[in-house]
């Protein structure tokens, strides 16, 4: 799957990785061949892989703090959601988001929850061939698994 193939379904989101859309994205993705779904799960791992870096994950939540006052920091849970949510939003942001760490920042608020995404490839496959997927793809999308995002992290 193209790029431009992986970013036109995204669209289809419209911004947000809400239940209801992964849902729609899923089911349409379930109608085409297995190997477009393997392409999306493939581009969806790389973006998510890309998007793991230190200048991102080290960001706060947004819209949390401590009994302090004090930002409140991202899981690593929070974080691979946050870049759902980042993905799910479209190649402008994904892209933007490169260029200025202020521009991923919202998304690390609480309102924004990209976890749905990561089924859609799986919610698929199993809508087109009826059997679960046990997938592995090229890029690993966990949380520090880009040892060039997090350079202080390399042993």
């Known amino acids: 799957m193209t790029w431009v193939e ?3 379904l995204i669209a289809t989101l419209n911004g947000e990785a809400t239940q209801a859309s992964c849902q729609r ?3 349409e993705l ?5 190997h477009d779904i393997i392409g999306f799960a493939e581009r969806h791992a790389e973006a998510l892989y890309r998007l793991d870096q230190d200048k991102f994950g080290s ?3 947004a819209d949390l703090s401590d009994r302090d006052g004090h930002p409140f920091p991202q899981s690593a ?3 691979l959601y946050t870049r759902c949510a980042v993905v799910a939003a479209g190649q402008a942001v994904w892209e933007d988001v490169f260029f200025d760490v202020d521009r ?3 998304y690390t608020s609480t309102k924004y929850n990209g976890e749905w995404l990561l089924y859609v490839p ?3 496959y ?3 061939t009826g059997e679960e997927w046990d997938r592995a793809t090229r890029y690993c999308f966990e949380t520090f698994s880009n040892r060039d995002g997090w350079p202080h992290l390399r042993s």
């Open 25 to 27: 994205l899923a089911k």
């Open 59 to 61: 960001l706060p939540v």
């Open 104 to 106: 991923f920042a919202p």
């Open 126 to 128: 199993e809508l087109a």
């Open 122 to 124: 799986d919610q698929a």
């Open 30 to 34: 379930g109608q085409r061949p297995v």
């Open 6 to 8: 992986f970013w036109a």
């Open 77 to 79: 849970d929070q974080f």
